[in-house]
């Protein structure tokens, strides 16, 4: 990563001053990831190898503030055969997460909130991501180990995706070290987070309803043709009988349609390069798999959301070996908490 680009991010930001982040090497960073899922790409924020860091439990919850380069986490089918009983809700207040699962795949930009069910299989991008974060267990909401949630994205400009945020930064001003004799009181923030995924489960009308099932069918749609340069809005509009005021509304979170439509193109893209790797003749394969119209215009996107061309992204190591980190519980707090309900949910199971 350019120096330029970290200094100006640092500065902008003033991470270490507004928040005491430290820094974390990509060893105890993966590590500390690993009940989650694995790191399959690694760019720190810093130049020294490492991403900013502050994690801290309060009650029944666990939360941290991070800033990190780029980077692919991956959650994979396999574990999640491994019991995982939290859900994470996570603030971004700079740079962005692409999401990918099953259920719905967005980009997550500054100014908004997500809610991800880490039980489940899913892929996430981090470009200059700078956030906090609160791990819930899914007890505390009356979901079971096999209760699936899907993800949910809500911008700080509505009512429920503000008071999200609140609760979210207010939790980790709590726990911060210099407050951290403060108790944070969860219960506001957990009947909050159940109405939401209530209002999720359970439509208003049928109209709501309508609404859903329609938009996760163009979604569908939209993943089985990526590959297709001649998937426009106009086309999907037709496809589906829909205006293009109707269709835009559908996708606004995401930018609108075509918005989307480069979003999900890039990100699986870049993936298929993480797994696959870089060889001779690779890029222009994967470029145009993925419905870019030449191998230079592949490259500009990029450098443009990576700030680095898609050979120079995957340079470094794929994988990192990670650190030991069971007998440094109180340094990684996160970690022991992931851990231990990692091991409550394997009890349940049996």
Avoid at 214 to 242: T, V, W
Avoid at 260 to 268: E, K
Avoid at 334 to 349: D, H, N, P, S
Wanted: glycine share 6%; charged share 20%.
């Amino acid at each position: 990563m350019q120096n330029n680009v970290v200094t100006t991010l640092l500065d902008e930001l003033q991470v270490d001053t507004d928040w005491g982040l430290k820094s974390v090497s990509a060893a105890d960073w993966v590590a500390l990831w690993s009940s989650i899922g694995e790191i399959c790409a690694f760019h720190p924020l810093r130049e020294d190898g490492t991403c900013l860091w502050q994690g801290a439990t309060g009650g029944p919850l666990a939360g941290a503030r991070f800033a990190t380069g780029n980077q692919l986490l991956k959650r994979t089918q396999r574990q999640a055969l491994r019991p995982n009983g939290a859900l994470m809700v996570q603030y971004i207040s700079s740079g962005s997460v692409a999401i990918e699962n099953d259920a719905r795949s967005f980009v997550q930009r500054e100014g908004s909130v997500i809610i991800l069910d880490l039980a489940e299989p899913f892929k996430a991008s981090y470009q200059h991501a700078v956030g906090e974060l609160i791990f819930v267990p899914r007890e505390l909401l009356g979901f079971s180990q096999s209760d699936r949630i899907e993800p949910v994205i809500l911008p700080v400009q509505s009512m429920q995706g503000k008071m999200l945020a609140a609760e979210v930064r207010l939790f980790c001003d709590l726990t911060a070290p210099q407050t951290r004799d403060i108790p944070y009181e969860p219960n506001t923030f957990l009947h909050l987070l159940n109405s939401v995924l209530s209002s999720r489960r359970h439509p208003a009308s049928d109209r709501v309803e309508w609404w859903r099932s329609r938009n996760a069918l163009i979604r569908s749609h939209i993943e089985e043709n990526l590959g297709d340069l001649n998937m426009l809005p106009a086309k999907i509009c037709e496809r589906f009988n829909l205006s293009r005021a109707t269709l835009y509304r559908m996708f606004e979170i995401d930018g609108g349609v075509r918005r989307y439509i480069q979003d999900r193109r890039l990100y699986a893209a870049v993936w298929d390069l993480a797994e696959g790797g870089i060889h001779r003749g690779r890029l222009t394969a994967v470029s145009e798999k993925w419905g870019f119209s030449s191998n230079a215009n592949f490259n500009r996107a990029v450098k443009i959301v990576f700030g680095m061309p898609p050979g120079a992204l995957f340079r470094s190591p794929a994988l990192i070996v990670p650190s030991r980190l069971e007998h440094r519980q109180t340094e990684y707090p996160v970690y022991a908490w992931l851990e231990r309900l990692q091991r409550q949910g394997a009890m349940i199971l049996r």
